[in-house]
């Protein structure tokens, strides 16, 4: 990647970068995908697809992938994990 630019994200899996790069656009970072994965590799040597950010918004970027990162996957077992242990710590 050429200079000025920071990455805040990579994934094996193209749509989470996509998702990832949609976020950081609806919040005003300018993002570009590099994607280093080979297709006719991608069965046996996985390769990276990495997201870029302009330098001076790469502080920024982190913190909101990180935010993005924390968040509920929306598994309904893990959602009744956690509401089970909310409501433990209220007995």
Same mark, same amino acid.
């Given at each position: 990647? /050429?200079? +000025?630019?920071?990455?805040?994200?990579? #994934?094996?899996?193209?749509?989470?970068?996509?998702?990832?790069? +949609?976020?950081?656009?609806?919040?005003? %970072?300018?993002?570009? %995908?590099?994607?280093?994965? #080979? #297709? #006719?590799?991608?069965?046996? %040597?996985?390769?990276?697809? /990495?997201?870029?950010?302009?330098?001076?918004?790469? =502080?920024?970027?982190?913190?909101?992938?990180?935010? $993005?990162?924390?968040?509920?996957?929306?598994?309904?077992? /893990?959602?009744? =994990? /956690?509401? +089970?242990?909310?409501?433990?710590? $209220? =007995?």
């Amino acid at each position: 990647m /050429e200079k +000025g630019w920071t990455k805040v994200f990579a #994934s094996d899996r193209p749509y989470e970068t996509e998702i990832v790069k +949609g976020m950081l656009i609806e919040n005003g %970072i300018d993002a570009v %995908i590099l994607n280093k994965q #080979s #297709s #006719s590799y991608t069965f046996t %040597i996985p390769g990276q697809v /990495e997201l870029y950010v302009p330098d001076e918004q790469a =502080e920024t970027a982190k913190s909101l992938v990180t935010q $993005h990162n924390n968040l509920p996957t929306g598994d309904p077992y /893990e959602l009744d =994990e /956690e509401e +089970g242990n909310k409501a433990g710590d $209220h =007995e």
